[in-house]
């Protein structure tokens, strides 16, 4: 009778472990909870079969403590039930990183709330592969944050039938369907997940046109100072980019909406200025990117207009550090819009001019600088004594001391002819910066610029849900140890905690030698 009582209690120990494991590992609890009863049952009936033998007498307090073991064991498999069981309807994470590495960025979050047809993402990758499990874990992110995003993994070559259905060629793809729309991407990114759930539920693209032929820079040149980044920004976020020529067209079309002026060289003509002026009163959205140094007279004329003035001087950066030199100031103030409400990042403007706010503002406009520069920049208006290479910082001669505005945005009430409901004015809207490089490839991934301009395009393309900070970049942060401190992290595991724990070992030999 002991020997088959101990057998009972080893086998029901043993199936009570075998659950615990169960527990932590398996999403399904039924199996764990079988073990679990079956473990249970078969340690109180070997105890019962304990108490029952002719020993029992003398082994009660062995009893007791099996007693108390038994106990022990089934509350802390209750406890770990209880445990799962929340953290199965429950998921909290808690994202420690500096940057939030691990969290999905506002943008993404703007995207999933307004998601209302459900995302399928088949990925085609070979199984527990670290590309896999990262991919798992980002889709698990998303479908957390709205169940109608499903995903399955199939690896081709077990499942080649599948990979032959899609017409899978390489590891590593990913197809997203919505209804009958597929779109698929080889990138794994938060980014690209987020922008493909945006272009294949959008049936819609805003329109960007870009004008061209007064020096401005393009959207098809990929050297530093083009836009062609920007212009694959603005596509992976569902907008439709084109560059216009307003020499030959006697309006701007109807279908931009948003016209873009990126630092023109030369004026516009008259008919030109005409016709971005008309584009404005039938309620478009603009942005003009104008640099120091240059003088678009008719360009700053419709700005005034708004409400907005453009100076004829140049931002000095008197504090000069890292990338920073005198003619990049540091713009790290912003006001309260739904440009810059969620912006945390500081912006760098290569040659950037001084904007400020006209006074007696047209009716029905509303007007506001966003973005100021640091304490420490100061606009020069002697551009001849700049040009000479000698700047300081002159009141009496109209310098203005920092912060210095950079950009401003104006709305106005506008009624346009034809209008059905003339009660309910239609809205033109302009954005104005005194800066063009800080989109150029060279610097649009320098801190927030790309947030910065594509939050713009986006207020002025009035797609609010897409005005937010954008995924991060991973953030590589090696830890670099000096000579000493590499020795000292090298003999703590190695020597200093053996060597506690062998002077410990001693201590406890001769306090038990001395008590023996």
Known sequence: MKSRSRMMLLAGTALIVISFFLIIRADDNRPSLILLAAGNVLSLAGLWLETRSPRAGRSMKSLRQGLAAGFSIVLVATILIFLQALSSRYNVRLDTTSNKRYSLASQTLRILEGLETS????????????????????????????PLIFYTFVDPERRPVVARRYRIQDYGTVVAECGEIEERFLEISEEKIANTILKITRRSKKTVCFVTGHGEKSITDTGNKGLATLRE????GNFSVRELFTAREERIPGNC????????????????????????AGGGNACFLIDPMTDPVRLI???????????????????????????????NQYSRHPITNEFRYASLFPQARALDLRPNLPGGTTVKIIAW???????????ETLLNGKSRFEEDHGDIKGPVAVAAVASMEISPAGKSDETVPA??????????DFTSNSNINFFGNRDLIMNTISWLAEEEDLIALRPKERLSQPVILSVRE???????PLYILLGIVYTAGIIVTVRKRKTA
């Open 301 to 331: 004329r419709i700005a005034a207009g708004y409400g907005i003035e453009v100076g004829n001087n140049v931002i000095i950066e008197s504090n000069v550090s890292g990338v920073v030199n005198h003619l990049t100031p540091i713009v």
């Open 486 to 492: 590499g020795r000292i992290v090298s003999w703590l």
């Open 427 to 436: 809205m033109s809207r302009i954005v104005v910066f005194g800066d063009s």
């Open 119 to 146: 995302v399928t993402f088949t990925c085609f990758l070979k199984e527990a592969s670290p590309e896999q499990l990262e991919l798992e874990d980002l889709l698990g992110e998303f479908s957390s944050k709205n």
């Open 233 to 236: 920004s603005l596509e992976e």
């Open 257 to 280: 909406d948003v016209l873009l002026i990126a630092g023109p060289l030369k004026d516009l003509i008259h008919e030109e200025a005409m016709a971005v002026s008309a584009y404005l």
């Open 373 to 383: 520069s640091g304490k420490s920049t100061y606009a020069e208006n002697d551009i």
